[in-house]
């Protein structure tokens, strides 16, 4: 697989980040092999919100999840109302914040960070699921 050049950040980060993230999106947890466009490399902080281009600040994440972040730091949990940062797959396990429904095709968030990503992404839309 030939990776897209970025100017802004260095081929090798690039591959570092692709590694770390086992080559799937940080919120969906799509892989790479699953998709027909290569998956983006996103800022945890958006560059608009004063995020870094450093690798810390790096991850996978599909076109679909990337353009619903957008700028967004934080998500509304619409369970219980409250506006909590976004979930951080550098820094947060997923497996502590999302799970698969029974038939592994709903990604029900677990807590209130979980359940405002999945709102805040529309991860479990008609197309995705």
Known sequence: MELMTNHYIPIEVERRVRIAAQERCGYCMTPQDLMLE???IEHIIPLAQNGQNE???LWLACSVCN???GIKTTAV???TG???PLF???TQNWIEHFKWDNLG???VGL???GRAIVDALEINNTRAV
């Open 111 to 113: 807590t209130v960070v």
């Open 67 to 69: 353009s619903r972040k």
């Open 38 to 40: 290569i998956l983006e």
């Open 105 to 107: 095709l709903i990604i």
């Open 77 to 79: 949990d619409p369970q």
């Open 55 to 57: 690798e810390s600040n």
């Open 88 to 90: 951080n797959p550098r």
């Open 82 to 84: 409250d506006t909590v």
